[in-house]
T-cell receptor, first 111, second 116 residues
Framework: GESVGLHLPTLSVQEGDNSIINCAYS??????FIWYKQESGKGPQFIIDIRSNMDKRQGQRVTVLLNKTVKHLSLQIAATQPGDSAVYFCAERPGFQKLVFGTGTRLLVSP | GAVVSQHPSRVICKSGTSVKIECRSLDFQATTMFWYRQFPKQSLMLMAT?????????EQGVEKDKFLINHASLTLSTLTVTSAHPEDSSFYIC????????????FGPGTRLTVT
């Protein structure tokens, strides 16, 4: 079936570095993508979203890039901080159907 | 951003009893809400989709008689775990989709259920 997957299960960076978390998706009908951050014992927190008519969207310290040609999504976090340590999930959605989540990438930020 | 609340955040109950979890969208209307279950170190597993005023749609393998869902208003959905057993112990998370053309989806803080 259709799925969203992540290349790296764990990413370790130093404080101040830029982080890049990658995600591959397989449903070409997906037109909406979201990145969530989940800290231990908490629900997923909405970070940023992007629609398929865009290839880049910027937020505060975060940028999402979408490459529809190769079905690839990435989340860039600038000047990573210890508070960014969490599990990050990408999710895709075709139309208004249900979200399909990736397996998650754990980001570890060392001071 | 939009806020989704869940109550309770933690609950411990005895086997055979029922537990109700509430999910509320605090500052937006949500025609559609979702209930997920998450096991340690795993991604979220969708259990069911609830639409205000109609019956919930359950995912394959989810017992509808065990996990009762009611979406009584545009801001409230409830999940009742009936006749709970230890294997029902998990982290339950609700999500609400904003009613509108964009349909952003926000998550609640989760409810940790422990069945003894």
């Amino acid at each position: 079936g259709e799925s969203v997957g992540l290349h790296l299960p764990t990413l370790s960076v130093q404080e101040g570095d830029n982080s890049i978390i990658n995600c591959a998706y397989s449903n070409s009908a997906s037109d909406y993508f979201i990145w969530y951050k989940q800290e231990s014992g908490k629900g997923p927190q909405f970070i940023i979203d992007i629609r398929s008519n865009m290839d880049k969207r910027q937020g505060q310290r975060v940028t999402v890039l979408l490459n529809k040609t190769v079905k690839h999504l990435s989340l860039q976090i600038a000047a990573t901080q210890p508070g960014d340590s969490a599990v990050y999930f990408c999710a895709e959605r075709p139309g208004f159907q249900k979200l399909v989540f990736g397996t998650g990438t754990r980001l570890l930020v060392s001071p | 951003g939009a806020v989704v609340s869940q109550h309770p955040s933690r609950v411990i109950c005895k086997s055979g009893t029922s537990v109700k979890i509430e999910c509320r969208s605090l500052d937006f209307q949500a025609t559609t809400m979702f209930w997920y279950r998450q096991f340690p170190k795993q991604s979220l597993m969708l259990m069911a989709t609830s639409n205000e005023g109609s019956k919930a749609t359950y995912e394959q393998g989810v017992e509808k008689d065990k996990f009762l869902i009611n979406h009584a208003s545009l801001t409230l959905s409830t999940l009742t775990v009936t006749s709970a057993h230890p294997e029902d112990s998990s982290f339950y998370i609700c999500s609400a989709r904003v009613t509108g053309p964009l349909g952003e989806q926000y998550f609640g803080p989760g409810t940790r259920l422990t069945v003894t």
